[in-house]
């Protein structure tokens, strides 16, 4: 029942994302006078359709997203007719080319937007007392000697603040130095901290600065587990809830990180709760990319998410909120692909339909807004990889006239030709690597390495 729930989702979320790319293509191609030949809801085999003036639009047999077939649009195909695509102006043949990526980012920006007015999580912990978890190492409240289960009792101006105080006064004083009080075994302390950041105020964290917020009081539930990781390694399954990592009693993600941060990757024992019974696991973390591409000590899964509390923001909160995450997921996109051409990211983090899959299954698990955050993240990942500069993607035709503009001049239709061939070998070769890199990490692969 999972996998057959998983692939519906699969195939609608896939299908109306590339829908909406060939949808921009196709309208800004017929806005140019561009004749399109075949607009498809599917690949392969035509079922049914109709015909309207040049265009052919159909339902094709898988149902696999769509595309657009443009006349003369084949890479180093001449121009025969002022109706093909090649026929157009250099500028409008970039505009077809961007329509597609532009539309991926609207429609994420969209489903953001109407689950920011619908179905806002804001985590539960942010209206709560600043208690405290953890305080990594080398951090400005370690070196003021604060210790987890401290309290924070003053931050800049406020008395007894929240965690939402703490974060918002800290947007407000980055880099600066404010009052702060906090107590420790009962025990108020007044002095000062400096507010640290290493970059922009949307990369701030309060990690930083050294507070690890307490988000809950219930252990961290495993959600699901990477393959060949040390937790997968070890035993642990879905359902199973630490308790504890070498005695020591942490309930989010983030404070158990940076406890294996700071113990440098030594070996520890976990005891996790299986049904209502305790187990003792030992294992070691390993040290491999984090979602932002940083590299960090991981015990390899993914945890339940921690109490929210739903809002419905107005419309002009929404659309804010729409942006700031959208900037934000563009950015860490951006920085991931910047590690990745720079060899600091491997190639192995990436994901394939299977990946995907897994990731829209585990999503359909949480209820149908989480579906929605999911698909908006895989358009926006769609629309920024497609404008990446290479042959056969929509930034690679963009960069050919962007070529051709400035020497005044068509390359050569043997070189284009040429250049695309090899292209798309690589883009198979690629595609071949990713998914049998999706089959090696799930667990009836397991013992295939790369």
């Given at each position: 029942m999972d996998f057959l729930l998983t692939a519906v989702y699969f195939v609608v979320v896939l299908g109306i994302i590339v829908l909406v790319h060939e949808f921009g293509h196709f309208a800004v191609a017929k806005l140019c006078g561009v004749r399109v030949e075949t607009f498809s809801i599917g690949?392969?085999?035509?079922?049914?359709?109709?015909?309207?003036?040049?265009?052919?639009?159909?339902?094709?047999?898988?149902?696999?997203?769509?595309?657009?077939?443009?006349?003369?649009?084949?890479?180093?195909?001449?121009?025969?007719?002022?109706?093909?695509?090649?026929?157009?102006?250099?500028?409008?043949?970039?505009?077809?080319?961007?329509?597609?990526?532009?539309?991926?980012?609207?429609?994420?920006?969209?489903?953001?937007?109407?689950?920011?007015?619908?179905?806002?999580?804001?985590?539960?912990?942010?209206?709560?007392?600043?208690?405290?978890?953890?305080?990594?190492?080398?951090?400005?409240?370690?070196?003021?000697?604060?210790?987890?289960?401290?309290?924070?009792?003053?931050?800049?101006?406020?008395?007894?603040?929240?965690?939402?105080?703490?974060?918002?006064?800290?947007?407000?004083?980055?880099?600066?130095?404010?009052?702060?009080?906090?107590?420790?075994?009962?025990?108020?302390?007044?002095?000062?901290?400096?507010?640290?950041?290493?970059?922009?105020?949307?990369?701030?964290?309060?990690?930083?600065?050294?507070?690890?917020?307490?988000?809950?009081?219930?252990?961290?539930?495993?959600?699901?587990?990477?393959?060949?990781?040390?937790?997968?390694?070890?035993?642990?399954?879905?359902?199973?809830k630490i308790v504890s990592i070498d005695g020591i009693q942490l309930h989010s993600v983030g404070a158990l990180l940076a406890y294996m941060q700071d113990q440098a990757g030594k070996p520890a024992t976990l005891v996790i709760l299986r049904k209502g019974q305790p187990l003792t696991i030992h294992l070691t973390p390993q040290i491999s990319d984090a979602a932002n591409g940083d590299k960090q000590y991981r015990l390899g899964f993914q945890a339940m998410p921690t109490p929210t509390n739903i809002e419905h923001l107005p419309f002009r909160a929404a659309l804010a909120n729409s942006w700031k995450t959208n900037k934000h997921d563009s950015k860490l996109i951006l920085s991931v692909l910047r590690r990745l051409f720079g060899g600091t990211v491997s190639v192995k983090n990436l994901s394939g339909p299977i990946g995907i899959g897994q990731q829209i299954g585990l999503a359909a698990k949480m209820g149908i807004w989480t579906v929605l955050m999911v698909m908006a993240s895989i358009s926006l990942n769609l629309g920024i990889f497609n404008l990446l500069p290479f042959p056969v993607l929509d930034g690679g035709m963009i960069l050919f006239l962007a070529v051709e503009a400035v020497i005044r001049r068509d390359i050569s239709q043997v070189w284009k030709e040429r250049i695309y061939q090899a292209a798309f070998i690589v883009i198979i070769l690629f595609a071949a690597f990713v998914i049998f890199n999706d089959m090696s990490k799930l667990s009836l692969f397991s013992h295939v390495k790369l």
């Open positions: 690949f392969g085999k035509r079922l049914f359709g109709v015909r309207r003036g040049d265009t052919d639009y159909r339902i094709s047999a898988l149902p696999f997203g769509g595309y657009v077939k443009m006349a003369g649009d084949n890479p180093g195909e001449a121009a025969t007719d002022p109706g093909d695509f090649n026929a157009h102006p250099r500028w409008q043949r970039v505009l077809v080319a961007l329509a597609g990526p532009i539309c991926n980012f609207v429609l994420a920006f969209l489903i953001v937007f109407v689950v920011s007015m619908y179905h806002h999580e804001v985590e539960q912990y942010l209206g709560h007392p600043a208690v405290i978890e953890w305080v990594p190492a080398k951090t400005p409240a370690a070196a003021l000697g604060v210790q987890a289960g401290d309290t924070i009792v003053h931050f800049d101006t406020i008395e007894n603040p929240t965690w939402r105080d703490v974060a918002e006064r800290s947007l407000l004083n980055l880099k600066q130095t404010v009052p702060f009080s906090y107590t420790h075994d009962g025990h108020r302390v007044n002095t000062s901290i400096l507010v640290k950041s290493d970059g922009a105020q949307d990369d701030f964290s309060l990690d930083d600065v050294g507070f690890i917020p307490a988000l809950q009081d219930a252990p961290i539930e495993v959600l699901h587990l990477e393959s060949g990781m040390p937790a997968a390694q070890a035993g642990m399954q879905p359902g199973d």
